[in-house]
């Protein structure tokens, strides 16, 4: 309850499968980053320092939800997902030559 408003289980399912359409968009738009990665060989082809930073997001992000608990589930698993998501594209650019 935020301002003496109450959220309806209706607009509460809303929000959720948004959050998760967004989690799958995410989530392919990291695979699409690896394959390129791997398909160029090189580290030129996705930016390191943007990664850091996104992957320094989605982990105050994973602490902001689990602050909040369980009700979170959804925030928790997108910015989770997210993580390990770039996990591969971090240590392939790593790996790769300059």
Known sequence: ???????????RF???V???TAT???AQGCLAQYRMLRRAG??????????????GKDFS?????LE??????????MHAS??????PILYGYLKLPK
Do not use: D, E, K
Request: glycine content about 10%; hydrophobic content about 60%.
């Open 1 to 11: 309850v935020v301002a003496g408003v109450r959220t309806s289980s209706g607009s």
């Open 14 to 16: 809303v929000s959720q």
């Open 18 to 20: 948004m959050v998760l």
């Open 24 to 26: 799958l968009l995410m």
């Open 42 to 55: 090189q580290r030129g082809a996705v930016s390191l320092p943007m990664h850091a930073m996104l992957y």
């Open 61 to 65: 992000g994973l602490m902001f939800g």
């Open 68 to 77: 909040l608990g369980a009700s979170a589930w959804s925030i928790i698993l």
């Open 82 to 87: 997210n993580l390990v998501m770039r996990l």
